[in-house]
Every structure is written in structure tokens, then in C-alpha cells.
């Protein structure tokens, strides 16, 4: 997969989390909540800033960062779910 994110925007993939079955009950496909938790597999040059400089990113390609359930754009390359969103869409970084 080839892949180069513009400007300030970075590509992720969500990281599933391991289900648990309590009681016997298994929650569907359907139901389950997107998971907020992501590893970065691309990221951009950086937002020009008015001068015309670069101002450099503050994530990295490997890093797990949280995001937003509905943020960004869902795209599927290559048989694999990522997701597109701008720097500023990223929450937090998990150290």
C-alpha cells in the first residue's frame, strides 16, 4: 500500500479492541461502537503557515493516537478500513 497524505492530514487504522463475552452474550457486528484507539500509518509534510513555511507535524508514522468516533473520512484500500483526518483531529497520543 501506497499511500501520501497532503498538507496536514494523516491516514490511521483503527485498532480493534479484543471483545469479551460476559454472561454468554456476544454483541453483533452491527452493534459494536467504532474504536477510538488508532495506529498512524501516514502522515503529511505539515500546514503551511502564512509565511509560506512549513510548520512540522507533532505525530508520526507508528504512533497510537486517540480519535473521535466520527471523525475524518472513512476509506478502505487494499481490503484494509483507514481513515483520513487532519492533524488537529487527533485527541491524544498514547504513550
Known sequence: MNIRPL?????????????????????PETA??????????AVGPG??????KRTPMD????DRVLIGKYSGS?????????VILRED???AVVE
Open 7 to 27: 498538507h496536514d492530514r494523516i491516514v490511521a487504522k483503527r485498532i480493534e479492541q479484543s471483545e469479551e463475552v460476559r454472561g454468554g452474550i456476544i454483541i
Open 59 to 62: 505525530v508520526k508514522k507508528g
Open 47 to 52: 500546514k503551511l503557515d502564512d509565511n509560506g
Open 89 to 91: 483531529e487527533v485527541l
Open 32 to 41: 459494536k461502537e467504532k474504536p477510538q484507539e488508532a495506529e498512524i500509518v
Open 74 to 82: 472513512e476509506i478502505k484500500l487494499d481490503d484494509e478500513d483507514l
